[in-house]
């Protein structure tokens, strides 16, 4: 032990290599490169040096090639048990935490019966019950909405019953004792309707859209009903939608997809500013509306079922519990033209590109994660998995990512018909049943009439944070002026607060009692391959460690807390209660550029990879090389969270200049998702990639892989030739050729008069935005 408290501090070694030496392998008393898989990305990168002026394309003319290494995550299909229920139509489908998903209510196809019955699949027994259910039980109905409340409560509001009655009453189903009651609410009542969404915020239970009346013309109001006092607001014109999704991020209602009121599948994207609106804010004013001068006669979306008069058993082997009187109070008559909704209301259209889902075919499923619309593109009759998607929008940026090509999370041979997530919008699940004859074991009557399997996808596997953890501002930060007076701001957190004392001098009276280094800042590449040696031995806790030869240029010292590091490091806590040399001379050096570093360290005294926008200390905000970086460290000191921040981020803010250094990185960190991704983005955009200095400094052997994911087939078009394909509608790359795709306008337009507001973003070529 006392040999190896003179050797020098201690890393895990072998866990990457230098970028210019090769491959990473897992060593144990080697010698390798002592330059990080990092080092070469230290320095600033620059722009890409000469743009071409056409777009350049790796057109592949054969499948991609089935590599093993590059399959990554695969969500998993499992068969369930028990009594599963039909696969109804227009039913319900609600995660209610406790790994429990709650079916209610629906149509049956093949027996033309509305359903009322509450189904329970437990997540880890895969085992479908049906639940026995006591109180004010409502009717029979489907196109309602159910709405998780405090973790314990189904808000159903809605829907239709089997007389095609359209149904504007709320009854809460009790999760824990399995009983129904139907609050007394007061205010005008919303018109009763069916196949609308319907989303909370504040104890607020907001109303969008539907379709109603004997003739089902689509409506386009919002409004609320406040759950503390059971009032519902009136009702303010928005956007007619039906079958669409809708969510609250950044105190917006988000509206996407679904049909309008002439029928037509719709890409547009409505949001409704709710924040410092008194109308939103305030108890709900009583008054009365007229809607009646809006209907509609537009085609019936969905056949006419026959009326029930007798339970009849379906498919599924339950009755329809039609002998429940139908809870259908009296909606309010609008008297007058609905106003429209208060707050800034605006609209964005995408026609078309290459990360943009097209919702004319495949079913589509939207859910919402992390201020995030996520795009289930799944099997349909019409499309193959191959043809799937998974893609997000973020809300804050408005641009459309493709997270996985449908062969990488759909199976062949099933269809999937509901899908929910959970509260935290970490995991979504979908439910459905095979296709294939073959896959079948359900009985003889087979194909499609049973919710029989369910699929869970993991969404911190493709980078998302999940709702409880926001993404991190990152704006630049500077040095308030002396001649300010300083303004004592709250607390925002033990992070925040020890955010102020990071890399300070003890003679500041920081307290701090520990100093780290890194390579320097000017280090020169050459001068580390030809001078220093990184020594690898195995030591007595099962740590390698790794130092630097004595000539290694060395970063400033970072001025840390030794009890920080031993709290939030559990390899710092090895080393140090191993009394490594570390604990005797209160030194680490880490061979990582200086900027990694002091990421690294930021990140484990405030669980940010970002300085907040009070922090005075004289941090800049992380670059995407930086990140990259870290996402290397999350990999070699396995710290789960700090990946998930560095995975969310890097596949966010993926672009042209580091779409390489991602790609290098992912690849050192066994992040495969994330590696094919910038590999894909790195073929799209060759033409600049190539140019960028992250390319160049790319080791050769890295290069030949780089290349060698193009397709075998494939080949490079550009200029005149793709201009060509483009005009002549060949759609491979989802542009069309139209003039639209091309003269796109970088503004937002408000609706009902508002102001026009100019965007200052750049909007991504292929994104394919139009904005209304």
């Not at 109308?279 to 004013?285: K, T």
């Not at 596997?461 to 002026?481: C, H, K, Q, V, W």
């Not at 007076?485 to 920081?510: H, M, V, W, Y």
């Amino acid at each position: 032990m006392a040999q190896q408290q003179q050797q020098g501090p201690s890393t895990p070694g072998g866990s990457v290599s230098s970028i210019f030496g090769g491959s990473a392998q897992a060593t144990s008393g080697a010698v390798i490169s002592s330059t990080s898989a990092l080092s070469a990305f230290s320095s600033a990168l620059t722009p890409a040096s000469a743009a071409s002026s056409n777009n350049t394309y790796i057109m592949p003319n054969s499948p991609l090639k089935n590599r093993a290494a590059m399959d990554g995550y695969r969500p998993k299909i499992t068969r369930t048990l028990g009594q599963r229920p039909a696969c109804l139509v227009n039913a319900s489908v609600t995660y209610c935490g406790n790994n429990q998903i709650y079916a209610f209510g629906g149509f049956d196809q093949y027996t033309d019966e509305v359903y009322n019955h509450v189904l329970r699949l437990d997540l880890v027994s895969h085992q479908w019950n049906l639940v026995d259910n006591y109180g004010d039980i409502p009717g029979v109905r489907m196109g309602h909405t159910a709405t998780l409340y405090k973790g314990d409560k189904l808000l159903v509001f809605g829907g239709e019953n089997e007389h095609r009655t359209y149904l504007s009453d709320l009854i809460i189903f009790d999760l824990k004792t399995a009983h129904w009651t139907q609050p007394q609410v007061s205010g005008p009542i919303p018109k009763g309707r069916a196949r609308h969404a319907a989303v909370l915020h504040e104890d607020k239970l907001f109303i969008v859209g539907g379709i109603t009346g004997h003739d089902n013309y689509v409506l386009d109001d919002i409004c609320y009903l406040d759950l503390k006092t059971f009032t519902w607001s009136r009702s303010w014109r928005f956007v007619g939608r039906f079958d669409h999704s809708a969510s609250i991020y950044n105190d917006k209602v988000w509206v996407f997809g679904g049909l309008s009121e002439d029928m037509d599948k719709v890409s547009d994207l409505w949001w409704l500013d709710l924040k410092g609106n008194p109308a939103f804010e305030s108890p709900p004013h009583i008054g009365s509306l007229d809607r009646s001068g809006l209907s509609r006669n537009v085609a019936s979306p969905r056949p006419s079922h026959p009326s029930a008069t007798s339970p009849a058993v379906g498919s599924s082997g339950y009755a329809a519990n039609s002998r429940t009187a139908q809870v259908n109070p009296p909606s309010f008559h609008l008297k007058t033209y609905a106003p429209p909704a208060p707050g800034a209301i605006s609209a964005l259209k995408f026609v078309s590109g290459q990360n943009v889902p097209s919702q004319m075919q495949g079913i589509h499923f939207h859910v919402y994660s992390s201020g995030t619309l996520l795009d289930f593109v799944t099997p349909a009759a019409t499309i193959t998995n191959k043809e799937c998607s998974l893609s997000a929008l973020d809300l804050g940026s408005l641009r459309w990512q493709k997270l996985a090509e449908g062969r990488e999370i759909f199976k062949p041979g099933y269809r999937w018909h509901y899908c929910t997530m959970n509260e935290d919008g970490t995991k979504a699940w979908l439910l459905g049943c095979p296709t294939d004859p073959a896959a079948i074991d359900l009985g003889a009557n087979g194909l499609e009439e049973y919710l029989s399997d369910i699929m869970e996808i993991d969404l911190r596997r493709y980078g998302f944070l999940g709702n409880n953890m926001a993404s991190e501002p990152r704006t630049d930060i500077t040095r308030p002026s002396s001649r300010l007076r300083r303004i004592e701001t709250p607390s925002k957190g033990l992070g925040a607060d020890l955010a102020k004392l990071f890399n300070q001098p003890p003679e500041t009276g920081s307290g701090t009692d520990f100093i780290v280094t890194a390579l320097s800042r000017d280090f020169d590449e050459d001068e580390v391959m030809g001078s220093a040696l990184v020594h690898v031995a195995e030591s007595g806790d099962g740590d390698d460690q790794t130092w630097l030869a004595p000539d290694a240029p060395t970063s400033p010292p970072i001025h840390v807390h030794r009890l920080i590091l031993q709290a939030r490091w559990p390899h710092f806590a090895r080393l140090w209660n191993s009394q490594m040399a570390e604990f005797h001379t209160k030194k680490m050096h880490i061979p990582e550029p200086y900027s990694v570093v002091k990421a690294f360290l930021y990140y484990l005294y405030t669980d940010r990879i970002d300085p907040s926008s009070d922090d005075d200390n004289d941090h800049t905000t992380a670059d995407l090389s930086d990140v990259a970086g870290l996402l290397v460290m999350s990999n070699i000191y396995n710290i789960p969270h700090l990946r998930l921040l560095c995975v969310n981020r890097l596949s966010k803010e993926l672009d042209v200049d580091h779409a390489c250094i991602i790609w290098y990185c992912a690849g050192l960190a066994n992040e495969e998702w994330l590696r094919k991704r910038a590999a894909n983005y790195s073929m799209t955009h060759w033409g600049r990639v190539v140019r960028t200095v992250g390319f160049q400094r790319l080791p050769r052997q890295a290069l030949v892989e780089l290349s060698q994911e193009i397709d075998m087939e494939g080949r490079v078009v550009g200029g005149d030739e793709f201009d060509s394909m483009m005009l002549g509608g060949d759609g491979r790359f989802g542009d069309g050729g139209s003039s639209a795709s091309r003269n796109r306008k970088e503004s937002v337009s408000s609706v009902d008069g508002a102001q026009m507001i100019e965007s200052d973003d750049q909007v991504d070529e292929d994104d394919g935005m139009e904005m209304s």
